[in-house]
């Protein structure tokens, strides 16, 4: 396989803090177009902090971020929206009390195509079947992996260039685990940039061109998936080995 060589987002010396506490000290990373790269730490290593910098939804304290050529600091998660930057947030934030199909109508809120917006849900519908078995029922009476489909489905709504996937396997049974992994691959296969932040390892590197390893607010290892997979400093920090 080619190399992958332009780069869509690179985050240089980033910095962030809050409440009195240096969350990332200086994080340097680089996403390619068609890449699916890995960042993976313990609890509390700065990686949601990071993805909240990146598509606006945090301020930084120093550093800047690139995206597609252009310094976005200070950008709003709603023009980096528009722009095909899109976080599928920790936690999913599904709209609760919007029906499946109200809630992919809402992902693509900054569009006017309605054509087009109708062809994109049946796409959702055919990436997750078990939306479309669902699809007039309330938001928040599905399951913690349903509601994860939900927010990836409605994210790709957007017609993201970049998917930031914040922990998308927390809290969930192993069956759905592999779910959302094979989600993730049928995603990346489509053509969709990705970065996947998770304390699954394991699973993440696994299926990534690329990984970073973050501990403390600093990357402190980078390399191939396979490579980083193999490697026995990482194995014995994060795969218990």
């Known amino acids: 396989m080619a190399e992958k060589t332009n780069v ?13 506490i240096q969350a990332v000290k200086g994080v340097d990373f680089e996403v390619r177009e068609g890449e699916l790269v890995s960042l993976i730490g313990s609890n509390g290593a700065g990686k949601t902090t990071t993805m909240k910098a990146i598509t606006g939804t945090l301020g930084m304290n120093d550093g800047d971020i690139e995206y597609l050529g252009e310094s976005i600091k200070g950008k709003g ?8 930057l899109v976080m599928v947030p920790e936690g999913r934030g599904v709209f609760a009390r919007m029906t499946i199909t109200e ?5 693509a809120y900054t569009r006017s195509d309605k054509a087009g917006i109708l062809v994109d849900i049946e796409k959702m519908f055919t990436i997750f079947p078990r939306l479309r078995e669902r699809k007039d029922q ?8 349903e509601q994860q489909m939900l927010a990836m489905g409605r994210a790709l709504m957007s ?7 914040d922990e998308p396997s927390m809290g969930l049974s192993p069956i759905m685990v592999d779910k959302i ?18 304390q699954n390892a394991s699973r993440a590197l696994a299926i990534a061109d690329r990984g ?7 990357i402190t290892m980078t390399g191939p998936g396979q490579e980083l997979l193999s490697d026995p400093k990482v194995r014995a920090a994060y795969l218990g080995e």
């Open 181 to 198: 992994f094979e989600v993730v691959r049928d995603v990346y296969a489509l053509g969709v940039t990705i970065v996947l932040v998770e």
């Open 8 to 20: 869509l987002l690179k985050v240089k010396g980033l910095k962030v803090a809050y409440g009195g």
């Open 77 to 84: 998660a709603w023009d980096l929206v528009k722009k095909g």
């Open 212 to 218: 970073y390893v973050m501990e403390s607010g600093l």
């Open 103 to 107: 809630n992919l109508q809402m992902g």
């Open 138 to 145: 309330l938001a928040g009476t599905m399951s913690g992996g």
């Open 159 to 165: 017609q993201p260039k970049v998917l930031l996937l």
